[in-house]
């Protein structure tokens, strides 16, 4: 699942500043789990 998961989030979920510090990833990678299947969706089209 995860080598699934893993471009969307380095390359469309993530802002660039999620790459400032570590807190910053850390925050920006529980956004995007959290809010996984509401928010971030993937799309098969």
């Known amino acids: 699942m995860i080598e699934i998961i893993y471009p ?3 390359y469309e979920w993530i802002d660039i500043d999620a790459y400032s510090s570590r ?3 850390v ?11 509401s928010q ?3 799309n098969n089209d």
């Open 23 to 25: 807190k910053n990833l």
């Open 27 to 37: 925050k920006y990678l529980e956004k995007v789990l959290d809010n996984f299947d």
């Open 8 to 10: 969307f989030i380095k």
């Open 40 to 42: 971030y969706v993937i």
